[in-house]
């Protein structure tokens, strides 16, 4: 066999190794998954900007984002279907859950997906007199054509000094989507207006692995940040693994700083 054979040969075996290959039941999926409070595309300039909040996100490359404070054709955000046009802005796929209605549109959560996003529901969290309402958006998502599938979940609970609806709200999300060791691997994800040694917070726990477990970082407010209410969630614990989750520098585009988490969901 002649030297110039060889080489192709060699070269044919290189291309061959790095080919991309299918997913398989022994793959581990990587995901790299957002949580943002955009404060309705308002930053702290006071300047409404969809295209710099469009560009936070893409500039750390997520595969799934979960949004609060989105407006939907509200007239405070010119009529705009925000969550629309962030998917528009992103190349990702859209879903809005409607929390209350507000200037002649609709105010709630959202999710952006590289991948479809299917069986989406809204569901209300209990509501005490004069409280804005809160909801919980739920979808599944598969990674890819034979990927693995999870449920993605995103909210935004009682801003307000006192916790006990928060509380009540999130023992709503506990009662909604409780531990069931035949269900798909889940990710919960929001502002939870809660801090970590929280009663809110630890309660949540019980159920629900924190990805930022161990690590010191704030959310709130963004510029400075002072406390950490911002949260990426995951069960059960054995099927996941954190490669990192900090919050972005990112102090003007919102009040709220996002948080990114780089996991793996194991096979």
Not at 81 to 86: F, G, H, K, P
Not at 99 to 116: F, I, T
Not at 127 to 141: K, N, Q, Y
Not at 186 to 207: H, K, Q, R, W, Y
Request: proline share 7%; hydrophobic share 40%.
């Amino acid at each position: 066999m002649s030297r110039r054979i060889r080489c192709a040969f060699f070269l044919v075996g290189l291309l061959i190794g790095v080919a991309p290959q299918a997913f398989t039941q022994d793959t581990v999926q990587s995901l790299r998954v957002l949580t943002y409070n955009i404060h309705h595309g308002e930053g702290t300039d006071g300047k409404l900007d969809l295209e710099r909040i469009a560009k936070v996100i893409l500039s750390v490359k997520p595969d799934i984002v979960a949004l609060q404070e989105v407006d939907q054709r509200a007239t405070r955000t010119g009529g705009i279907d925000q969550v629309a046009r962030l998917a528009e802005l992103t190349s990702l796929h859209p879903a809005f859950g409607k929390a209350m209605d507000l200037q002649g549109g609709g105010y709630g959560v959202a999710l952006l997906s590289r991948w479809p996003l299917q069986e989406t529901v809204t569901h209300a969290l209990p509501l005490a007199p004069g409280v804005e309402p809160r909801a919980v958006l739920s979808a599944t998502v598969q990674a890819g054509e034979n990927g693995p599938k999870f449920q993605f979940l995103v909210t935004h609970v009682d801003h307000r000094a006192n916790p006990a609806q928060r509380t009540i709200q999130v023992g709503k999300i506990r009662e909604l989507f409780p531990p069931n060791p035949d269900a798909i691997p889940a990710l919960l994800a929001g502002d939870f207006n809660a801090t970590p040694e929280s009663a809110v917070i630890m309660g949540l726990l019980d159920d629900w692995s924190d990805t930022a477990s161990g690590q010191s970082f704030f959310t709130s407010p963004s510029n400075p940040p002072t406390r950490k209410i911002d949260y990426i969630f995951v069960r059960p614990a054995a099927r996941w693994r954190t490669v990192e989750t900090r919050a972005l520098e990112e102090a003007v585009a919102s009040d709220h700083r996002p948080v990114l988490a780089v996991l793996e969901l194991k096979p």
